[in-house]
């Protein structure tokens, strides 16, 4: 008797065709709804589950009942790309500029699509399955959003699991850790505004430029002066955009940060920081200033029980030579957290082999992993679903 990941093994093809097609047809976060639509479509020529679409703009939940037990499990996958321009010669590169799956959402889907149409045929379990298709995971967006539209109150869940595919790591391997594994993030831009004028009399001008780069250098002192070395935080400027010309005082500076932190009350400790460094600043040279903080972020918290189960789950299917437990943390930061905020559940990583980090414009998702994530999905349901 074949087991399911020899059979999932069989259905790469129609893997790697449903993959493809969503990674020609990249869509930015919360503007998904091309690759929403075909999700769901795909999704109900199964013929099985419920298809609820709309959640939190573009997400879709499938469900799934059979038997008479009241468990529940949630499984989630996000399906959003990035603005960035590919550089690769694959024959299914991104048709679209400045648009691409660099970080794997089409396989995260992909895989997650495979588990239902197995699960769809087979039923081998007692209770109900719910697959969370999210969109806006690169901006923090969609987690929120399904979760105020009413996600787990419409679509109750006893746990909910996730997983993410990592380069660098070896093909294959799962990879577990329990508590605090991945970092809150909050993504904010401080705007400065002085008084503009030609570059030949910055004497009659207020330069937010120079008083951003005052800014960017006092902001390097949080990390390295107020925060514990035993303690893990990323104070960030990825971009600082002022001016156009070289004999120009401009009037604005707009500064781009991200911040990292694995401990809610360190991050707390961080923001004020750069509060109070952006106001004294900005006020030492006479400039204005404002913070758009965007969404708060939140340490993603893996639980212990269901974390210990997944791990043994895994070492049952794949063998205990392909699951390490207690990996290291990583300061990159996912809105699967927030989900973990409303139910017990897991979170962990896939071995995506040597080659190119995500979010790289030569990043890509190695294709022989895709039965792999799948069976370990529908192995999931089976366990956690098991009739009595």
């Known amino acids: 008797m074949k087991s399911t990941l020899e059979i999932l093994k069989e259905r790469h093809p129609e893997m790697k065709m449903w993959m493809e097609a969503m990674h020609r047809q990249p869509e930015l976060s919360m503007n998904e709804e091309k690759t929403s639509a075909y999700i769901a479509e795909t999704l109900k020529s199964f013929g099985a589950f419920e298809v609820s679409e709309g959640i939190g703009q573009y997400g879709i939940v499938a469900s799934l009942k059979v038997g008479n037990s009241n468990k529940s499990i949630g499984i989630r996958a996000d399906f959003d790309a990035l603005p960035i321009q590919e550089d690769n010669d694959l024959p299914y590169k991104s048709e679209l500029a400045g648009k691409s799956h660099l970080c794997g959402h089409d396989g995260h889907t992909t895989m997650l699509l495979a588990a239902a149409k197995y699960l769809a045929e087979t039923q081998n379990f007692d209770g109900t399955v719910r697959l969370i298709f999210q969109p806006g995971e690169e901006t923090m967006q ?57 570059g030949s009399m910055p004497e009659l001008a207020v330069d937010p430029l120079v ?85 708060p972020g939140t340490v993603l918290v893996n639980t212990a029980k269901e974390t210990e189960w997944a791990a043994t789950v895994a070492e ?66 089976e366990n956690y679903l098991k009739p009595d």
């Not at 595919?165 to 850790?177: A, D, S, T, W």
């Not at 790289?360 to 370990?376: C, E, R, T």
């Open 211 to 295: 008083c951003g780069a005052a800014v960017v250098m006092a902001l390097q002192t949080i990390v390295s002066r107020n925060v514990s070395p035993w303690k893990q935080t990323v104070v960030n400027v990825g971009s600082f955009q002022s001016g156009n010309a070289g004999n120009v005082v401009p009037q604005n500076a707009v500064l781009k940060l991200s911040i990292r932190n694995m401990d809610n009350e360190v991050r707390k400790m961080v923001l004020d920081k750069i509060r109070s460094i952006t106001r004294a600043q900005a006020e030492s040279f006479g400039c204005t200033w404002e913070i758009r903080e965007g969404i």
């Open 316 to 381: 049952e299917v794949f063998g205990s030579e392909n699951v390490i437990r207690n990996t290291e943390p990583m300061m990159s930061s996912e809105d699967f957290a927030f989900m973990l905020e409303q139910r017990p559940g897991s979170y962990c990583m896939l071995g995506n082999g040597e080659g190119f980090m995500v979010h790289h414009p030569k990043y890509v998702f190695n294709q022989d992993i895709l039965p792999v994530g799948a069976a370990y999905w529908v192995s999931l349901v």
């Open 142 to 198: 969609g987690g929120p959003a399904m979760i105020a539209d009413g996600l787990f109150e419409k679509f109750p869940v006893d746990a909910v699991y996730a997983m993410h595919n990592i380069p660098g790591l070896p093909v294959g391997k799962f990879h577990f850790r329990e508590g605090p594994t991945m970092s809150a993030v909050d993504n904010w831009e401080i705007e400065l505004t002085g008084k503009g004028g030609h």
